[in-house]
Each structure stands twice: as structure tokens, then as C-alpha cells.
């Protein structure tokens, strides 16, 4: 079956780093995707990895390993609207997203 | 300005009842998808089009039904089959590629059933 694993909650101070863990076992991979959503509101779109490595934008950064079947996003200089859950997504072999439970990041002042 | 919407963000029906929930897009975007979202869960897939007159069952597509006639459109009706209904229902877009298929949200509808 497909699977994919993230921490269900994290907690985090202003100001601070985190890095949120996503593992992944799928049918195929054709990239993987991290989305911030708000509570009751729709994901949108962070970053989008297929190769091995780290791409960073801004304060986010999103790192794969193909081999261990592993993903991270780091969150950096943490503020109070970066509290949300992130979602993490694999393209499988069909080209269809299968989406983790996602993490929910409270950040604490 | 291009988006996805949809309607209405809140709707209460009565169980028994059939409702459609409303989705389009105007970003010329050929593949159009419905998910459903409970608490703690991941988005599941309950139908997804990649063409016009055509659609496919996703994951949990059992008392749902869709409809492509337009390439902007792609409404979804919770029927009273479904045995539990209330959920965040979501609606999202995205190019047909083989390489890159970021996917666009709506804004999403809660469904709530009494």
C-alpha cells in the first residue's frame, strides 16, 4: 500500500527553527510537495522537490532523499502566522498526489 | 484575476437529502479534482477529471457523484448515500504534466448535515 508519515503535531518558539519529517512509501515517485494550510482554509503551495537536495526559498527550506524515502521542511526565523498544519504530498507513479494527515505547527510567542 | 472558487463556504442540509457543492476554475487548467478533509486526516481523493465527459473514482468515491460538461466546471453531489457526510470539501485544479503538477485550491465548502 501507499503510506505517508508525518508527526501529527510540533510545537515551536518565535524566532526559532523547526524541521517537520516526512516519510514516505509509495507506488512510484514522480516529486514530492509540501503545502501550508490555515485552519479552515485551503492548502497553498510551498515547495516542490523531485531531485536529491535541499531547495530553499525565503525562510522555507525543503530537502529530499529518494533512497530513504525522506523529506523535511525547515521553517526558519518562526513567526506567529507560520502556526498551520503542513501537508505533505508524493506524485506517484500515475502522477496522483497521495496527501499525509499533516503536522500541525503551533508557534509559541 | 485567476482562481478556483467555490460555493457556498458553509451549507446545512438535512440527512436524506442530495446537495451539490460548486466548483470553477478560470485558469484553463485541464485536471479538476474533489477531496475531502476530516479532522487529523489527510486529503482524500473522492473523484478527479482530466478532460471533458470524463472522470474517474478516486479513494472514497462510494455516495458521491460528479459531472464534466465544461472544462471550467466540476460540481459534486453528496448524495444521501453517503453515510457520513459532514466534512470539509475541497476543490482543486492543475495542469496536465508529466513533470510538475502543482495543484490549486478553492477555498473550499463545510458541509454539515443534522
Known amino acids: 500500500g501507499q503510506n505517508i508519515d508525518q508527526p501529527t503535531e510540533m510545537t515551536a518558539t518565535e524566532g526559532a527553527i523547526v524541521q517537520i519529517n516526512c516519510t514516505y512509501q509509495t507506488s512510484g515517485f514522480n516529486g514530492l510537495f509540501w503545502y501550508q494550510q490555515h485552519a479552515g482554509e485551503a492548502p497553498t503551495f510551498l515547495s516542490y522537490?523531485?531531485l536529491d537536495g535541499l531547495e530553499e526559498k525565503g525562510r522555507f527550506s525543503s530537502f529530499l532523499s529518494r533512497s530513504k524515502g525522506y523529506s523535511y521542511l525547515l521553517l526558519k526565523e518562526l513567526q506567529m502566522k507560520d502556526s498551520a498544519s503542513y501537508l505533505c504530498?508524493?506524485?506517484?507513479?500515475?502522477?496522483?498526489?497521495?496527501w499525509g494527515a499533516g503536522t500541525k505547527l503551533i508557534i509559541k510567542p | 484575476d485567476g482562481g478556483i472558487t467555490q460555493s457556498p463556504k458553509y451549507l446545512f442540509r438535512k440527512e436524506g437529502q442530495n446537495v451539490t457543492l460548486s466548483c470553477e476554475q478560470n485558469?484553463?487548467?485541464?485536471?479538476m479534482y474533489w477531496y475531502r478533509q476530516d479532522p487529523g486526516q489527510g486529503l482524500r481523493l473522492i473523484y478527479y477529471s482530466q478532460i471533458v465527459n470524463d472522470f474517474q473514482k478516486g479513494d472514497i468515491a462510494e455516495g458521491y457523484s460528479v459531472s464534466r460538461e465544461k472544462k471550467e466546471s466540476f460540481p459534486l453531489t453528496v448524495t444521501s448515500a453517503q453515510k457520513n457526510p459532514t466534512a470539509f470539501y475541497l476543490c482543486a485544479s492543475s495542469m496536465i504534466r508529466t513533470d510538475y503538477n502543482e495543484q490549486f485550491f478553492g477555498p473550499g465548502t463545510r458541509l454539515t448535515v443534522l
Open positions: 485558469l484553463n487548467h485541464d485536471a
Open positions: 504530498a508524493v506524485m506517484d507513479s500515475n502522477y496522483q498526489l497521495i
Open positions: 522537490n523531485v
